[in-house]
């Protein structure tokens, strides 16, 4: 029996070309549209089409103006905004992988961007030694402003649009709402008990949902952005995530449709 799909397969197969992160097929006689994330920006966890909000939000542009867009998925699952040993121990960086590089080898004249998702998996401080948890918290701001700036100061100078993440909806005992701490806890260890999210995941849920809401909103303005897409509150935001749409760490497939639409 083959192997389930996996929803980010496409980029692999090559099934999906109209969308792919691909300079060489870029038409600049149409407004370039580059997606620049990870999983969320892929569309992992949804098996059902190709691509994610950005599939659907290509549909969309083109029936809206029919040959005037050309949009590229440049995401890539599992990656951070931070740099290369700037604390990730347990995620790759954005930075290094090629589709950062092809992004801005093909002069879009819009970028989509939105990162942090992953690097709040390893934002630290650890409880103690003996964890792994990783330390992007040091370096997040700098990273993400100079990986932003690279787009902005591109010849062509593209606009860019900023995205908050939205919101993580635990598993578990962590459903229903909940009020964002003074200071977001220290990591401890993944799992308390096999398939219950151990402190790890309650520290990562008040990093997305209690520090990046407010965060990115604050670079963006520092590099001269607008104020960012707000995915945060359109999925609910802390006091009540809307589970149907945003059932986990990713949406399902309504939640990448209704991304699209937003």
């Known amino acids: 029996v083959p192997p389930r799909a996996q929803a980010h397969d496409w980029q692999r197969d090559g099934s999906a070309s109209d969308i792919s992160c691909d300079a060489a097929l870029v038409n600049h006689s149409k407004v370039v549209v580059a997606a620049v994330g990870d999983s969320i920006t892929v569309g992992a966890t949804c098996n059902t089409w190709k691509g994610g909000f950005v599939k659907v939000l290509a549909d969309l542009l083109e029936a809206a103006h029919p040959g005037k867009y050309d949009v590229r998925d440049c995401g890539v699952c599992g990656t951070d905004a931070v740099r290369t040993g700037h604390g990730n121990l347990r995620h790759r960086s954005y930075w290094s992988e090629g589709n ?40 997040y701001e700098q990273d993400w402003k100079d990986m932003v700036n690279g787009y902005i100061n591109l010849p062509n100078k593209p606009s860019v ?23 977001c806890p220290a990591f401890t260890d993944n799992e308390t008990e096999p398939g219950v999210p151990g402190n790890k ?11 990046l809401p407010k965060l990115v909103p604050k670079l963006a303005a520092e590099v001269g952005l607008a104020p960012p897409v707000n995915l945060f509150e359109f999925f609910g935001g802390v006091d009540s995530k809307n589970e149907t749409l945003m059932p986990g760490l990713h949406p399902d497939c309504g939640g990448y449709t209704a991304i699209a639409h937003y």
């Open 100 to 139: 950062h590089n092809t992004s801005l080898l093909m002069k879009p004249d819009m970028v989509i961007f939105m990162l942090g998702t992953n690097d709040a998996d390893e934002w630290g401080p650890c409880a103690n030694s003996s964890v792994h948890c990783g330390n992007t918290k040091s370096y």
């Open 161 to 183: 649009h900023a995205m908050i993440p939205p919101p993580y909806y635990l598993p578990h005992g962590f459903h229903g709402n909940w009020t964002c701490p003074t200071t």
């Open 201 to 211: 995941e309650a520290a990562k849920a008040c990093v997305i949902d209690c520090i």
